[in-house]
């Protein structure tokens, strides 16, 4: 794997391998010592020109972990802050020599441009693009899922996500996780349902490998088939909605917040994902999110393990086994 940019870049037998690699990172991560030989004299940079809490860290404390040298590089309180160019940050890594280079843009496209262009010889991680992916979110929510659905860690070790039927409830017009879900989930075999507004649908969602659907309860109430056995909230974006997307917050929640009622038509083996960051009330109730079918703070952990697999893959390979 020389970079990783799109969910769609990975066929299903590398997202398996990939989530079976995580499999084994995870189960490291239960010992006394937590870290690993493997990316010893390596330089992994994290590039955020966006803010993030979860990601950041969670990339800084894989490549730890495997005891790469990290450079964490945040927008604010650096050069970009004066104008910067994304090629001229780019060619200031390249001459630091980094290995891989994960990047985090407001710009959709913007870690394309820097694999392609020819600036830098490092891999590099997509850690989301603007509105448009976010592969290893998607990556450690189909770990997530995958250990939810097949009974825990290590047993669903060579399987795919055939068969599961998943919820995706929220603003995808906004989500860069909703469409790397989408691709993912199409290729590992599960069956993925999209339900928003339509003023928070993307033009075009017609043409993604799923369903789409206005109506939260008919979707889980398993219209056209059996009910989910995963509903993932996403968050409402307000930060990215200049106009009003829909008439109040109160009315949003009504129609498509995940509360305890909604959860309750839910088979029992049933479970509830969030990327993260939540808007408590909003998308999602207090007492769906710290619920017992509620998997979110182990979404966080499964992320390390997952973007430690993704590292060691692009940086070591099949050979440093
Ligand atoms: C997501 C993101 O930044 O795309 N969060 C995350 O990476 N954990 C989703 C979001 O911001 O709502």
């Known amino acids: 794997m020389r970079h990783l940019l799109s969910a769609a870049d990975l066929s ?22 937590k870290k690993l030989p493997a990316l010893r004299g390596r330089t992994v940079v994290n590039l955020f020109f966006e803010d993030s809490t979860r990601t950041r860290t969670s990339f800084e ?32 890594l390249e001459a630091i020599g980094a290995d891989a280079v994960v990047v985090r843009h407001s710009a959709s496209g913007a870690p394309h441009r820097l694999a392609t262009s020819g600036w830098i010889r490092a891999g590099v991680l997509n850690a989301g693009d603007g509105t448009h992916e976010h592969p290893t979110q998607a990556l450690l929510d189909a770990f997530t899922l995958r250990r939810a659905l097949r009974g825990g860690a290590g047993a669903g ?11 995706v409830v929220g603003d995808v017009l906004h989500s860069r996780v909703a469409r790397s879900n989408v691709l993912l989930l199409h290729t590992l075999g ?34 056209g088939g059996a009910r989910p ?13 200049d106009a009003a997307y829909f008439p109040s917050a109160r009315e949003y929640s009504r129609r498509y917040g995940v509360d305890g009622r909604r959860l309750a038509l839910l088979p029992d083996h049933a479970v509830l994902l969030h990327p993260g960051p939540m808007n408590r009330g909003l998308e999602i109730s207090a007492d769906a999110a710290d619920g017992v079918r509620s998997r979110i703070v182990e979404q966080v952990a499964n992320g390390v393990a997952t973007r430690m697999a993704a590292l060691y893959l692009m940086l070591a390979g099949e050979d440093a086994a």
């Open 61 to 92: 404390a894989a490549a730890k972990r495997l005891s790469a040298d990290v450079i964490t590089f945040s927008a604010k309180g650096s050069s970009v802050s004066k104008g910067e160019s994304l090629k001229d940050t780019a060619m200031t």
């Open 157 to 167: 070790t060579g399987t795919d996500l055939a068969g599961a039927r998943v919820v």
């Open 229 to 241: 056995d995963a509903v993932m909230a996403l968050r409402v974006q307000l930060e990215r909605m």
């Open 12 to 33: 299903r037998e590398q997202a398996v391998h990939l989530l079976d690699v995580a499999e084994q990172m995870a189960a490291t991560q239960q010992r006394e010592i």
């Open 190 to 223: 599960a069956r993925v349902t999209l339900v928003a507004p339509p003023t928070l649908l993307p033009v075009g969602v017609g043409a993604w490998p799923c369903e789409v659907a206005t109506d939260l309860d008919a979707a889980l109430a398993g219209s």
